[in-house]
């Protein structure tokens, strides 16, 4: 621990908060993690990881389903106000609970150890890894703006395993996306306060530039507030309504992050709770704003047809110099939240294997640095093998589903811990309880519902991940047990 910390610093007591037969007992020697990550930090790994790429994508999408602005901001607003919910829920959780690992965590004392392992198991080696690749290959395309070399082949592997049966083609962009992403994962492996310092000054930078951004849209574009009385003819209805929902969740999403760092946050019961509110709500006036400036400047039919829509704004306004100077943005933008997703995620495995249900080399602490060094080093190189498979956003689709259920479970786990563990210490209690855990949860319902109507084949797939989860969950439990009776 640091010097001078209080003891809110240190975490909880086993008495308090069991953390597992096979978590090393704190006084017996081992190596721990360090609360090095202050408040800003903290927000910083909300922020950062959530605005990515997202909010230069998603508008079209979003335009395409609704057809018209006040429908279309109403889905902003009500996915914000969800994700809120979902972060004023977290909040009590990660305050009771500041252990790595997040979800891992509290899926497995409210639910039992299987369900945690579950999150564990399908973040570790699909979602979070597959996220990684995706974050990591979207800088790469901005990037190879400046040098198209990127999106060169080098070279083809001859097997069926590419798009279609063909044979896979492997460009220098992969190269440069697995070299970016063991970077990353090198400053996280020399210490937690160099990784959370490189997450403030990046993702400070990619605020101020978006809001640059939309002040350069709203006082030089040219634009018109007639704009927003316009629509676009779509199909609309209920469904077309969750289908955008979907899309601007996307956006959102990764306000969750924080919690799984939350072993390594200073005064974690009350920088936990102000940096996943704080950092959601300041999300949600980021993305709102963004979209005035893109609908003034551009009508709604014109973002339709826009690919990059920020791109296209800038360059109505300041030609090919203006979206060459979008691409510098979203580079910041995508940079800051692939450090904080590699910073975040690496805590999952290594949550996982201090509780003896995973390879016991990612539960190391470095000595030297007090990170989970092989733990970061392997998510690292699961990402960047998925980078070279180019299949990350297949799979990551095949998880949705999965990964909703188990978000609805934990927000829900707030009013089942109420009942199975009234002594657990709360800092926190969650603002508007029960109404809005209860409120996320029927969300996150109807979402499953409407990911599983639009996309049943991969909803499927996804499900069958549980199926293929539980003889490891098996294999890794009865080893657990063994080490604990011998």
């Given at each position: 621990m640091n010097n001078g910390q209080d003891a809110e610093d240190a975490a909880p007591p086993a008495a308090s908060f069991p953390r597992g037969d096979a978590a090393p007992p704190r006084g017996t020697g081992a190596v721990e993690l360090r609360r090095e990550l202050g408040l800003n930090a903290a927000t910083a790994i909300v922020i950062g990881t959530v605005i990515g790429s997202g909010i230069f994508l998603v508008p079209k999408a979003m335009i395409l389903k609704v057809g018209s602005l006040d429908l279309l901001f109403l889905v902003w607003i009500v996915a914000g106000i969800l994700s809120v919910f979902g972060a004023l829920s977290y909040a009590e959780l990660a305050a009771a609970m500041p252990e790595a690992g997040g979800e891992y965590v509290y899926l497995r004392e409210a639910y039992g150890p299987f369900f945690?392992?579950?999150?564990?198991?399908?973040?570790?080696?699909?979602?979070?890894?597959?996220?990684?690749?995706?974050?990591?290959?979207?800088?790469?395309?901005?990037?190879?703006?400046?040098?198209?070399?990127?999106?060169?082949?080098?070279?083809?592997?001859?097997?069926?395993?590419?798009?279609?049966?063909?044979?896979?083609?492997?460009?220098?962009?992969?190269?440069?996306?697995?070299?970016?992403?063991?970077?990353?994962?090198?400053?996280?492996?020399?210490?937690?306060?160099?990784?959370?310092?490189?997450?403030?000054?990046?993702?400070?930078?990619k605020v101020g530039l978006i809001l640059l951004l939309v002040a350069v849209g709203l006082l030089m574009g040219n634009g018109s507030w007639g704009h927003f009385q316009e629509s676009i003819p779509v199909a609309g209805g209920i469904t077309a309504f969750f289908a955008a929902m979907v899309s601007a969740l996307w956006a959102y999403d990764g306000w969750n992050n924080v919690s799984m760092v939350s072993s390594e946050i200073q005064k974690p019961s009350r920088n936990l709770p102000v940096a996943l509110i704080a950092g959601t709500l300041i999300v949600m006036a980021v993305y709102l704003l963004t979209n005035v400036a893109y609908f003034y400047v551009l009508s709604p039919a014109e973002v339709a047809g826009a690919d990059r829509v920020a791109a296209d704004m800038m360059r109505r306004i300041a030609g090919e110099g203006g979206a060459a100077a979008v691409s510098v943005i979203a580079m910041v933008s995508i940079f800051a939240a692939l450090n904080g997703s590699i910073l975040s995620g690496s805590r999952v495995p290594y949550a996982m294997a201090r509780d003896g249900m995973f390879l016991q080399s990612l539960k190391t602490v470095n000595p030297q640095h007090r990170t989970p060094g092989n733990a970061i080093l392997f998510m690292a190189a699961l990402a960047s093998l998925l980078a070279f498979s180019g299949r990350f956003d297949e799979i990551i689709t095949y998880v949705i589903?999965?990964?909703?259920?188990?978000?609805?479970?934990?927000?829900?786990?707030?009013?089942?811990?109420?009942?199975?563990?009234?002594?657990?210490?709360?800092?926190?209690?969650?603002?508007?309880?029960?109404?809005?855990?209860?409120?996320?949860?029927?969300?996150?319902?109807?979402?499953?519902?409407?990911?599983?109507?639009?996309?049943?084949?991969?909803?499927?797939?996804?499900?069958?991940?549980?199926?293929?989860?539980?003889?490891?969950?098996?294999?890794?439990?009865?080893?657990?047990?063994?080490?604990?009776?011998?």
């Open positions: 945690g392992f579950l999150y564990g198991w399908i973040q570790t080696l699909v979602a979070k890894s597959g996220s990684i690749a995706a974050i990591g290959t979207g800088f790469m395309l901005y990037f190879a703006n400046f040098f198209p070399v990127l999106e060169v082949t080098a070279f083809e592997i001859p097997l069926p395993i590419g798009p279609g049966g063909n044979p896979l083609p492997i460009r220098y962009g992969q190269f440069a996306t697995a070299a970016l992403i063991l970077t990353l994962a090198f400053i996280n492996y020399l210490g937690v306060r160099l990784s959370g310092a490189v997450q403030v000054v990046f993702t400070a930078s589903f999965t990964s909703w259920i188990l978000y609805g479970m934990t927000t829900a786990s707030v009013i089942v811990l109420r009942r199975k563990r009234p002594d657990l210490a709360r800092p926190y209690r969650t603002l508007g309880y029960p109404l809005v855990p209860i409120l996320f949860v029927v969300a996150a319902g109807c979402i499953l519902v409407s990911t599983l109507l639009e996309s049943p084949r991969e909803s499927v797939i996804g499900m069958s991940m549980i199926a293929v989860a539980y003889p490891f969950y098996r294999y890794w439990s009865g080893k657990k047990r063994m080490q604990v009776t011998a």
